[in-house]
């Protein structure tokens, strides 16, 4: 069963949790969302990716690599790619959302995703995010698996000031 993240939050009111009233990092698929959700960029397409990253998974609790160098403006194709025997995910988000959504896991630890900044991939699966980075500045990305993050899963995109030039791919706005 698929519980989305909104549902999650009006559970989380149900049982009267003051961490419910944060945005979280991305939407929804309404797009509505966007004045108050942290700039962390937006979903795009694979037709618009500048260029594919690939990321991979381990049981040890890491991402490789957990350090990423983008351009304002770029859009990634992040394959992932879980090399465990454990389920894990790619969760993009400010620090703020990934700790309040991190510890939303521990509440809820069956709770799935299907948003846009994430994917929860499976054992020995892949799977995939696109993302436009339209903000200088760093974006987080972590498992949220119950205790994968504060086991460090975690990693980084640094987002430079500098703006990429517009190419074929990656020209649409
Ligand atoms: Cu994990």
């Not at 995910?89 to 900044?117: C, I, Q, S, Y």
């Amino acid at each position: 069963m698929k519980i989305s993240l909104i549902a999650a939050f009006s559970l989380l009111l149900l049982v009267g949790s003051n961490l419910a009233g944060t945005a979280w990092a991305s939407g929804s698929h309404t797009g509505d969302h966007a004045h108050d959700a942290p700039a962390i960029g937006k979903p795009s397409t694979a037709g618009q990716a500048n260029r594919t990253v690939a990321i991979e998974m381990t049981d040890d609790m890491r991402f490789s690599p957990a350090k990423i160098a983008v351009q304002k403006g770029e859009t990634i194709h992040f394959t992932i790619h879980n090399r465990g025997k454990l389920k894990h995910e790619f969760v993009l988000g400010t620090e703020k959302a990934l700790k309040e959504h991190a510890e939303l896991m521990r509440k809820f630890p069956g709770m799935e995703h299907a948003e846009d900044n994430m994917v929860s991939v499976a054992p020995g699966q892949s799977g995939d995010v696109i993302w436009r980075f339209t903000h200088s500045g760093k974006v987080l990305f972590a498992c949220l698996q119950p205790g994968h993050y504060d086991a460090g899963m975690k990693g980084v995109v640094a987002v430079d000031r500098k703006t990429i030039k517009p190419t074929v791919a990656g020209a649409s706005r």
